[in-house]
């Protein structure tokens, strides 16, 4: 309950750095109308920026970030543990129940016997089948986070450095996370008897030869670089926005984006620019020519647009060659 009611903490709508010549340094939120803090994103879902974002969990309805990292890595702690306890309870008791005829012939008489009727019997296997399934998924979620403390590397952090490394070649200069600083002083930044974090989420410490903007700026670059790839699309046939579009044929719909980021709708003659590409979807962002504000950004079978080369779409072009 307190990773729920605790929160991650959000940033106030409108921020801006101590310092205003540092807002260079930093990205700008259009939802939130202020600078993004470091290690800070926003949340879609929550509608906020929220401070050291690692991902918004739709389990506990809330972000997990600064102020709740601890509190929620309890929760898949106590959670992972009860559900194996109770694995142990189960097994065992199942156990019993089947070899009964067993202790009762052979058994010295001080062995528990366990009576199972068959509904019973049946609902023990199902919810030992649960305990387990929950200790090893929420087992694999309990590392993954107690990974990110020990780096002091968020998810989302990761996908950034991930890209850092990948756009430098050989001969570059090698991107050095600025956050980690060693694995006795990140555990002790979130860890602690009272699961409350060290610092105010805004301000960080850092490796040496690294500032607070090391990270807002590769960022910063990547975004620019992104945008330098972008592709022109425009639409040919709409497409709902559903998450099952069975009409777009079976390879569409058999090859989603295993993400939970949202299908954008689409009507014949808009403009897409794309940015990220799979084989069947394309991700982008719709270009609004009526003067709306809100971005429109998403996944949408990539069958309902064609590439526009220099205003031409890319198939006309080649009917005339």
Not at 95 to 116: D, I, S
């Amino acid at each position: 309950m307190s990773a729920i009611y605790e929160g991650p903490g959000y940033l106030p709508t409108q921020w801006k750095p101590a310092q205003p010549e540092d807002v260079v340094y930093l990205q700008f939120c259009n939802t939130c109308q202020g600078y993004k803090a470091p290690r800070a994103h926003h949340c879609r879902k929550c509608g906020r920026c929220v401070l050291k974002m690692d991902h918004h969990c739709p389990w506990i309805n809330n972000c997990v970030g600064h102020f709740n990292h601890a509190h929620f890595t309890a929760f898949l702690l106590w959670a992972v543990c009860g559900c194996l306890q109770s694995s142990v309870v189960l097994s065992c008791s199942l156990y019993r129940a089947l070899n009964r005829v067993w202790y009762h012939c052979c058994g010295n008489g001080t062995e528990p016997m366990v009576t199972l009727s068959v509904n019973a019997l049946v609902f023990c296997v199902f919810c030992l089948g649960l305990s387990i399934g929950v200790v090893l998924a929420v087992g694999m979620l309990l590392y993954f986070q107690l990974r990110a403390i020990l780096r002091n590397q968020t998810g989302i952090e990761d996908w950034i450095v991930e890209k850092a490394h990948h756009r430098r070649g050989p001969g570059d200069r090698k991107f050095v996370y600025p956050y980690n600083l060693g694995w006795k002083n990140n555990l002790k930044q979130v860890l602690n008897v009272t699961c409350e974090p060290v610092g105010d989420g805004f301000t960080w410490p850092v490796v040496d030869g690294c500032d607070q903007y090391t990270l807002t700026q590769e960022q910063q670059e990547q975004k620019c670089e992104k945008r330098q790839r972008t592709r022109t699309y425009t639409v040919v046939e709409n497409y709902s926005g559903s998450w099952a579009p069975v009409t777009k044929g079976w390879r569409v719909l058999c090859h989603p984006p295993l993400t939970d980021e949202p299908r954008i709708p689409l009507q014949k003659e808009n403009t897409i620019l794309v940015t990220r590409w799979r084989r069947y979807w394309l991700f982008g962002e719709k270009i609004q020519h009526d003067g709306v504000k809100k971005r429109e950004r998403g996944w949408f079978p990539r069958p309902c647009v064609v590439e526009l080369v220099e205003g031409v779409p890319y198939s006309e072009q080649d009917k005339d060659k």
